[in-house]
């Protein structure tokens, strides 16, 4: 059966962000408002402090997972900060010895009576936001077709590596649909690859969508395009979508998010990298 195969430091999994960073994404979006580079940044980088969390054990965080970030925008690049800048994938436990900084932040916590209270907790940084030139989206799914392609060979029994694209603006270079099939008709022994689409469109006819199985929702051919090219959710990722996150999707819901709030998008990103069978 697809999707089964264990996920272990002797066989690992990996996932790619390949991130947009023209020059819309500095553009405000959610409430209150946050330029999009800003909010992807910080949803990225949470992820990430959550996923060494997963992997911590006693003797110290294990490589279960190996990650980059492909940024595009200006330039078609790793864009990742600091010591492991400049990296196409990067083992989790050189993630985890390596944040490029922690910053501090203020949260909004239960005081215990009622109310809430600003809380200070230290946040690691290792993906800095960026908007900055055109949307090369062909091209940067080409390199990472390039990256995820070596990756399998390498491990060609791999569950199946995903990959999640989050974009704000049309490609400016072509049509990405063929890359993008291209990629996801790249398989490990346990199956395709998956992609994930989260599009902040500034169409106003759009709304908030979340893993739809259908286009009828959608307000353009844009939207229609990414809605396409992504993966159907796997069945444990349906069933996660249902029982953690209380999200109405079916066996034909698509990894496609338009429109989303920070809190949508990071559960999108939990959603794309649970999988189930972690050892």
Known sequence: MAYSAEISRQNPSCFLFV????????????????????????????????????????????????????????????????AIAGKDLVSISEIANNPARIEERVKKVDDGAGGLIDQTVKFPVWFDPTANGGTPMTQAFQQAN??????????????????????????????????MQNLTNLTSSDGNVLLFNLHLSDNPNARTVEFPSNTEVLPDQYSEMLFQAASKLTPFMVDIAKKEYNLNVSENSRGFVLNGDLALIITALEIGTRPSNLR
């Open 146 to 179: 390039q990256i995820i392609d070596n990756w399998i060979k390498q491990h060609p029994d791999c569950f199946p590596p995903t990959v999640i694209h989050i974009t704000d603006g049309e490609s400016t270079d072509g049509n990405p649909s063929n890359e």
């Open 19 to 82: 991130i947009d960073q023209s020059g819309s994404m500095g553009d405000n979006f959610s409430n209150p408002p946050k330029p999009k580079a800003q909010g992807v940044s910080d949803a990225i980088n949470k992820l990430l402090s959550n996923l060494v969390i997963k992997c911590a054990k006693s003797e110290g965080v294990r490589d279960y997972y190996y990650v980059g970030v492909l940024g595009y925008g200006k330039d078609i690049a790793p864009a990742f900060s600091g």
